[in-house]
């Protein structure tokens, strides 16, 4: 079965200050997905980042970077110098890949907050 | 082109009246989700459909709850006879093929069962 775990409920921050995200994740299938979302106070998910289980490159997107490790079946997220703007709660989801557009599984997110 | 959209955005039943909750994809998009997402958690899957057709309905918690997407466009999640406990927003997402498995979320329903 699928599972992915976010161990930090919450953090804080303090401007300017670098913050990850810890995700961990399991799953049987060989071929998955990977993502990180953030939900600002609004509401919305707002997509950040998408990852296949094949490409364990790290992807680095201005001031954020992912870190992926097949090996701890972990994906963090790193904010670099955060801001107050990147306050919400982050998700990381897996999605396994034979079973298309089902079994999308969300972690309990982790409620960042950047302090000025 | 316009994003996801949701009606209506809040919502407050009395336990034990039906609910009926919207969700306009984007245009074009073949893949509709329905999510609900409890206070303080993630979202946890409902349902999926794929132009008209449900291809999975295992998350839906009871039989209570029934979605729709007749014309493989518009999708409606029903509630009948709502309890306290389904309280939640229920959030909808859609996705195309070429859009790979990016998800493009609504705002969401907030459902307040009183």
């Known amino acids: 079965a699928q599972k992915v775990t976010q161990a930090q409920t919450e953090i804080s921050v303090v401007e300017k200050e670098d913050v990850t995200l810890d995700c961990v994740y399991e799953t049987r299938d060989t071929t998955y997905y990977l993502f990180w979302y953030k939900q600002p106070p609004s509401g919305e998910l707002v997509f950040l980042i998408r990852r296949n289980s094949f490409d364990e490159q790290n992807e680095i997107s201005g001031r954020y970077s992912w870190n992926f490790q097949k090996s701890t079946s972990s994906f963090n997220f790193t904010i670099t110098a955060s801001q107050v703007v990147d306050s919400a709660v982050y998700f990381c989801a897996l999605s396994e890949a034979l079973n298309y557009g089902q079994n999308f599984v969300f972690g309990p997110g982790t409620r960042l907050s950047v302090l000025p | 082109g316009a994003g996801v959209s949701q009606s209506p955005r809040y919502k407050v039943a009395k336990r034990g009246q039906d609910v009926a909750l919207r969700c306009d994809p984007i245009?074009?998009?073949?893949?509709l989700f329905w999510y609900q997402q409890a206070l303080g958690q993630g979202p946890e899957f409902l349902t999926y459909f794929q132009n008209e057709a449900q291809l999975d309905k295992s998350g839906l918690p009871s039989d209570r709850f029934f979605a729709e997407r007749p014309e493989g466009s518009v999708s409606t999640l029903k509630i009948q006879r709502t309890q306290q406990e389904d309280s939640a927003v229920y959030l909808c997402?859609?996705?195309?093929?070429?859009?790979?498995?990016?998800?493009?979320f609504g705002p969401g329903t907030r459902l307040t069962v009183t």
């Open positions: 997402a859609s996705t195309s093929l070429s859009s790979g498995y990016e998800q493009y």
């Open positions: 245009s074009g998009h073949v893949s």
